[in-house]
């Protein structure tokens, strides 16, 4: 009986003396919100600038310190996205510097390193002040920056995404947009250079947004000035760049706008000019604006569906060079753009 009590207590003691297991804990969520701002998880994607300078934010907020711009064409890598209090997209760069308001680009595809060709070494003078970037795009670092009237050699050519050719310079690893080059050789391997030749122009635009002006024609140029929205400047000559764009060169002599993001508030005295007479039949390939003179400064009469066909008896070029045709119902002018 005795041993019975003692195996008893020994039992007990043992049991007191086990220690307590705690439930387990399952794993806890924490959100984490902001009024009025949303964020969206991870992301990454490509994206072209469809604006000259748009502004890099500290923040996802028009409100944010600027740390730097971008120029119209540039292609960046998106890895975040945040939508502000206003339903604003905004992006955060790859590089690090910063977030843009996505409203102000495109989808981009990726640049691709697949098109490269090698090529012997040939010469090519700068035409404007011109950034040196790791990597064959728009997209990638810059690492130094060539001032006009340099002469580089160039060892081998890519094209970008956009069939912009590229070219590396010899002994190093750095890449500048053949554009705006020209070969010292006669090599056929350079892109297009800037036009040189201008057109002499008068006449008053209205900035239809906040425009960077430029030192030349081109984005490739460096930014002197910037024009806030509905700032009204005189124009005095006209180039186009290396895309077809049109500036137009200040009267007070500070530099060149991009015409794109203007609306003609006068009309230049050349449109008054009478036009040369013809006589031919044109098929409208969308629906298009007939205007009550040679130029998009002038009020709209009525419009013409896609298809329509109509006579021409008469031809003007406007101040940026489009021809435009006369309607034989005496109606107005089309674009036969």
Same mark, same amino acid.
């Given at each position: 009986?005795n041993?019975?009590?003692i ?25 984490a ?5 949303t964020?969206?998880a991870?992301?990454?994607?490509s ?10 934010r ?6 944010s ?12 890598k ?17 590089s ?5 308001n996505l ?22 003078k700068?035409?404007?002040?011109l ?24 060892d081998?050519?890519?094209k ?9 310079i010899?002994g ?14 006669g ?17 008053t635009?209205?900035v ?6 430029r030192s030349?024609? $081109?984005? !490739?140029?460096?930014? %002197?000035t =910037? /024009?806030?929205k509905?700032? @009204?400047?005189s124009?005095? *000559? #006209? +180039?186009? &760049?290396?895309r077809?764009n049109?500036w137009g ?12 993001y ?10 008054q000019?009478s ?13 298009l ?5 040679? $130029?998009? !400064?002038?009020?709209i %009469?009525? =419009? /013409?569906?896609?298809n329509? @066909?109509?006579?021409?008896? *008469? #031809? +003007?070029? &406007?101040s940026?060079g489009?021809t ?14």
């Amino acid at each position: 009986m005795n041993k019975q009590r003692i195996a008893a207590g020994a039992l007990s003691a043992m049991l007191l003396a086990a220690p307590v297991l705690a439930a387990p804990v399952s794993a806890v969520q924490v959100h984490a919100a902001t009024p009025g701002i949303t964020f969206s998880a991870p992301t990454t994607s490509s994206v072209t600038v469809t604006v000259d300078g748009l502004n890099i934010r500290k923040s996802a907020s028009a409100n944010s310190s600027i740390t730097g711009s971008l120029d119209e064409g540039a292609v960046i890598k998106i890895v975040e996205t945040k939508k502000d209090s206003r339903g604003n997209t905004w992006g955060r760069l790859d590089s690090g510097k910063g977030w843009v308001n996505l409203k102000y680009t495109s989808s981009a595809k990726t640049q691709s390193s697949d098109s490269g060709e090698s090529t012997s070494a040939y010469s090519v003078k700068v035409n404007c002040r011109l950034n040196v970037r790791s990597g064959a795009g728009s997209s990638y670092d810059i690492i130094n920056t060539l001032k006009t009237g340099a002469v580089v050699k160039i060892d081998q050519t890519k094209k970008d995404s956009r069939g912009n050719k590229w070219g590396r310079i010899a002994g190093s690893t750095g890449w500048v947009n053949l554009k705006y080059t020209s070969t010292t050789t006669g090599d056929s391997n350079t892109a297009g250079t800037q036009n040189q030749s201008g057109t002499a122009a008068s006449y008053t635009v209205k900035v239809t947004t906040d425009l960077n002006v430029r030192s030349g024609v $081109g984005t !490739g140029n460096s930014v %002197v000035t =910037t /024009l806030s929205k509905n700032t @009204k400047v005189s124009i005095v *000559e #006209e +180039k186009k &760049d290396s895309r077809g764009n049109t500036w137009g060169k200040l009267s007070d002599g500070k530099g060149w706008i991009n015409l794109k993001y203007t609306t003609k508030t006068t009309q230049q005295a050349a449109q008054q000019q009478s036009g040369s007479s013809v006589s031919y039949t044109v098929s409208v390939t969308t629906d298009l604006n007939v205007r009550s003179g040679a $130029g998009t !400064g002038n009020s709209i %009469v009525k =419009t /013409l569906s896609k298809n329509a @066909k109509v006579t021409i008896v *008469e #031809e +003007k070029k &406007d101040s940026r060079g489009n021809t435009w045709g006369k309607l034989s119902d005496g109606r107005g002018w089309i674009n036969l753009k």
